[in-house]
């Protein structure tokens, strides 16, 4: 059976490595990114070519694939003159590999259906080293019969597949992870930055804390950079505070309030205020450690 033609755009460390991924495996692949040296790459492996426009991009396409850095620019991707929107084919599906805002995931979908175009939403768990081998978490979102339609490119794509119901559960799910995650990582930094504050041993109070129910892979990213000077946790400061920023605006979209997510989200924005936002999350340690009263 004939593979789909893919169009991706986002050829930043994860994409990068997901398209190397497809082209091993045998896909014929159009690209856009604004660095053209990872376009470059692209299609010196071959079987490969560069689109000008998203809207050239889909034309070629039976699955465009999206891994983008926000929401903004994913609606500008989808939504411009010469944008997704004005292209796809009916019968395509636009994948969102991104973290993006549910509600603005779900006014796409709405709009592709109008076009006779699926979407599913499927945000990713794991490193770019994952994505290389096909090896990535996927939490997919979307109608079913869309979600089987592309399942077979999925798994060439990741070891666990999931799929979670309606268009706007991947990224809602993937918000709530991180919502978990990056709070527990703020905690813990903080935790270990008042213990060396204080005075108190960090190796110690990770010997007694990681004897009980706190222990997690989470403490010891923190402890690796508190007390090991160790940072071994990939994730951006400044991915972190996108990702709270946007739990925060989904819960509003659900007519509530997180002062737990707005809490760690202000947190992690004056860290990123500090010049901070390069470093890994871990890292708010340093930032714990000179915060004045």
């Known amino acids: 059976m004939k593979k789909p033609t893919i169009g991706f755009i986002g050829l930043g460390l994860m994409g990068a490595n997901m398209v190397e991924n497809l082209q091993k495996r045998g896909y014929e692949l159009t690209v856009i990114d ?83 175009a699926g979407m599913i939403d499927a945000p990713l768990g794991r490193t770019p080293a994952h994505a290389k081998d096909g090896l990535l978490n996927i939490m997919a979102a979307g109608n079913k019969e869309t979600f089987e339609k592309v399942k077979p490119v999925l798994d060439e794509q990741g070891e666990n597949i999931f799929y979670l119901g309606a268009l706007g559960a991947g990224h809602t799910t993937k918000l709530i992870n991180n919502f978990m995650g990056m709070t527990t990582v703020v905690a813990m930094s903080q935790a270990f930055a008042a213990a060396k504050l204080a005075g108190v041993d960090g190796q110690q109070l990770f010997d007694i804390m990681s004897s009980g129910p706190s222990n997690s892979p989470f403490m010891k990213f923190c402890k690796h950079y508190a007390v090991d000077n160790v940072s071994d946790l990939g994730f951006s400061i400044a991915n972190a505070n996108k990702d709270l920023g946007y739990f925060v605006q989904m819960m509003k979209d659900l007519g509530t309030v997180s002062q737990i997510a707005e809490a760690t989200s202000s947190n992690l924005q004056a860290a990123f205020d500090a010049d901070m936002g390069s470093e890994n999350v871990p890292e708010i340690f340093d930032y714990f450690m000179k915060l004045k009263k």
Do not use: Q, W
């Open 34 to 116: 604004l660095n053209k040296e990872a376009v470059a790459a692209v299609i010196a492996r071959g079987n490969a070519s560069e689109a000008t426009s998203p809207k050239e991009l889909a034309e070629k396409s039976d699955i465009v694939m999206l891994c983008l850095t926000t929401s903004a620019v994913v609606e500008k991707i989808v939504y411009g003159d010469e944008g997704i929107l004005a292209g796809i084919k009916e019968g395509a599906v636009l994948i969102d590999f991104g973290t993006s805002i549910p509600e603005s995931t779900k006014k796409i979908g709405k709009d592709l259906a109008n076009k006779g």
